[in-house]
């Protein structure tokens, strides 16, 4: 609820930022890794095959959207071609997962508190969703 706090942080917060972003990447590598050791390289929907080069357009999909859920089981893992899953997180509507750290920027839109027609404003956009 003190938004005027985090913009004075933000110089921080891009390291904090840039310093998640990495550990992401590292933890993606390594749950990819036991992934695609667990399974076989084949797109979940499509049942395209991959191998060499083309390993890379196969990607680890987490069937419940947490990334930070991975069962040494594999049981959240699901492999997809890059098609397939940006299609799977678009249907389901949460392609934000993907950034959380990209979200926060557009939620520091600049919001007035006092808001007249903030109910009015709200339908419109219901109505546009
Ligand atoms: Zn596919
Ligand atoms: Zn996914």
């Given at each position: 609820m003190?938004?005027?706090r ?24 390594g ?8 399974y ?21 999909h ?11 089981d ?10 397939c ?8 509507g ?11 920027d ?7 508190t ?15 969703k």
């Open positions: 003190e938004p005027k985090f913009e004075s942080e933000s110089e921080s917060h891009h390291d904090v930022v840039a310093e998640a972003r990495r550990a992401q990447a590292e933890r993606e590598k749950y990819r890794a036991r992934a695609l050791k667990m076989p390289w084949v797109c979940g929907h499509c049942g395209r095959e991959f191998s060499g080069r083309k390993l890379r357009e196969l990607e680890v987490h069937r419940d959207h947490n990334h930070d859920n991975n069962p040494p594999g049981s959240n893992w699901e492999l997809l071609c890059m098609y899953h940006e299609n799977q997180h678009a249907r389901h949460v392609a934000a997962v993907y950034g959380d750290e990209q979200g926060s557009g939620l520091s839109e600049p919001l007035s006092h808001q007249p027609f903030a109910g009015l404003a709200d339908l419109l956009n219901k109505d546009k």
